[in-house]
C-alpha cells in the first residue's frame, strides 16, 4: 500500500526554467565572462546549481552558486506552479496519502512558503539538510525516514533522469513525468516504473498500486 508521494520540485511540480536561465546568465555577466547558451543552461536543470556551474565551466563553480542564491533566487511572480498540481495533492491529503518533496534547490522551504500552494507537505528536503545531490538516493531516503515508512511505501515523481535514478536507487515505485525538463525520449532509457504525461494520471497508479 503507498502511503506517500515524494515529488521532484523544477519541473513537476513548478516550473521556473526561464527564471533560473536568466539568473545563471547575469551571473557569467557580472564577472565578464560569455553567457552560456539557453540550450546549455537548461541541460543542467536538476542539477545541484554548484554541478551546473561546473558543467556550464564557471571559473569557480562554488563562488557562482553562492552568487545565484544570494542575488537572483527567484521571486515567486518568476514561478508558476504546476496547474495540474493543485487538484491532485487536494486528493492525495484527502485520500490520507502523505505528500513531501526531494529537491536540488538548497533553499527550498523558504519558496514553498512563499507560493500558494493548495497543502502543507509532510516533508521537503532540499541541499541545506547537508544532503548529497540527486542522483543520489540519500535524499529520498531522507524523505522516507522522516515518514517513517519503507520504500515500498513510497512513489518519487520527478522530471529528470536524476530523479528516475535517485528514485531506483532508493528502491521506490519511480514515476518519470514527461512534462517537465526531459521529454519521454529520455526518461524511458532510465525505466521509470511508470511514465506519465499529466501528474492526474498518479491516482491511477495508486488504484493499482
Known sequence: MIKAVLFDLDGTLIFAEKAIIKGIQKCFMMHNLCQPEEEM???????SMVEAFSVLQFP??????NLYREFFLEQPEDISI???????LDILVQKNIQ?????????AKRLIDRLPFPVSFDVVIDLSLGIQPKPSPEGVWYAL???????????FVGDTHYDIIAGKSAGV????????MHGEDILKEFRPDWMIDSLDEILIILDSA
Open 173 to 180: 515505485g519511480v514515476v518519470g513525468y514527461t512534462q517537465g
Open 60 to 65: 569557480d563553480p562554488e563562488k557562482g552558486a
Open 145 to 155: 525516514a522522516h515518514l517513517k515508512i519503507s520504500p515500498q511505501e513510497a512513489l
Open 99 to 107: 505528500v513531501g518533496i526531494v529537491t536540488n534547490r538548497r533553499s
Open 41 to 47: 543552461i537548461r541541460e543542467t536543470i536538476g542539477l
Open 82 to 88: 504546476n496547474p495540474e498540481s493543485f487538484e491532485l
